[in-house]
């Protein structure tokens, strides 16, 4: 069922009906193949802030994607229009060095400057960049526009990537030169998630489990808050700092244990942890230890199809995130709180937070009474449109070189 149709997310995707090959044709012309690639945004069921801190993760990547559609030019120019802001960002390849300008441009800039490294980028192109992931809502439109942009290229450069070359290229671009310290979740959700599947990602050793997240009668709906973040410019950075830190004070209070990241420590470690750092660092290090714990938790209730479980452990991340790692919002714990009084099995802020959306599990008949009611309360209590859609555990990203487009 999708009782919220994709506008409803604003006018941020005004040209999103057609193609991104309708519009390669029309603002470049037609003629020669395009290379198309469709990458996901993704919902992280549980796990957050625990990417950056080697722990586990489990998203999903959903049925929204971003586009690009690319042709090769003759000459070194490239042309790209981003369809969202109806903007077209103009240059000559290769870039010899190139400042960040805090836009969308930044993102094709970090990409190729990745390329550059690894192959010479001797012939321009023109791209379009299309797509349906709402924009700041912690669904991941950044790593799915990387993600996007790094399989096209790639291929139009004959760039042999394999796929966790590609997530870390994506990561570093955003690392280093767009200026988000995140973690590797996003990018390898985008590109590595199956149908009908979360991924159970340990983000110190990168391996990976697929866990099957079949709902029955239950639907997990994203309500996004209208409240957008940047995480470039949010306190993103700032925890993540704080969790550098509190590591810090850890090895130096405990050598003998070696740690490597705060996912080392197990819950029974927490007591002893009180002495060695300020209580700030203290709540982010237990979000982080418990959250991981989490993560496990929901496993094995998917694994025993107990959904009671799975969303109270919804509703204990949100908690945590909220009083230990302090990155919800007021818009944030309202909906949640609106969720827990209305009879969702869970709820929490998804993503980054400062903002953004939330994630629901509810029954599935009571899905579209529940997406109506929550938005008339939102709106009562904060004269904001909060938007609602359903998100099906859907696959990773692909690329692929279409037809010769004749007319
Ligand atoms: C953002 C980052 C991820 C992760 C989450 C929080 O989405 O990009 O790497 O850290 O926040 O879990």
Redesign the pocket.
Known sequence: MRFVSPHAWGLQWRLRLQTSITLLEEHFGLEKEAIVANAPG?V?LI??????NGGY?LPFAIDRFTSVALRPRTDRHMHIYAAAFDETFEASLPFDSASPTGTWRDYPIGILLELKRQANLSFGFDAIITGNVPLGA?L?S??SLEVALALSLSKLYGIELEDLELVKLC?HA?NEFVG?Q??????YASLLAHDRSAILLNTTSLEHRYIPLELGDMALLVVNSGVQRE?ASSG?NDR?RECQEALRLLQEAMPEQKMRALSDLGLDDLPQLEHTMPETLMMRARHVVEENERVLEMVNALEHDDLRTAGKLLFASHASLRDLFQ?STKELDFLVDWGRAHGALGARLV???FGGATLHLVGQNQAADYAQKIAVAYRKTFGLTATTIEVRPSPGARARATKKISH
Do not use: C, K, P, W
């Open positions: 993704r992280n796990g957050e802030h625990t990417d950056y993760v912690g991941s950044s790593a990561q955003e988000t995140s973690g590797i979740m996003d990018q995480l993103y993540r990155v993503g980054g937070g």
